[in-house]
């Protein structure tokens, strides 16, 4: 996230520890739901970089507007 201009977003942007704080929520909420054998779908913009980046993150499914 480079830009918001949703406060809610923001603070829990903040909240997390930006981008370092995602990165680690988001390897071990994808760990646990993939070790219980779930499949992981997240819902994103519509930019390719940002869904190949997530596919390699282990991510199944990527839904766009």
């Known amino acids: 996230i480079e ?3 949703n406060d809610a977003a923001t603070a829990l942007w903040d909240t997390i520890g ?3 704080g995602l990165d680690a929520a988001n390897r071990t909420l994808g760990l646990a739901i993939k070790q219980a054998g779930l499949a ?3 819902y994103t913009i519509d930019e390719p970089a940002v869904a190949r ?3 390699g993150m282990g991510v199944d499914c ?3 507007d």
């Open 3 to 5: 830009e918001s201009d």
């Open 18 to 20: 930006g981008s370092a």
């Open 40 to 42: 992981l779908g997240v």
């Open 53 to 55: 980046a997530l596919f």
């Open 62 to 64: 990527v839904i766009t």
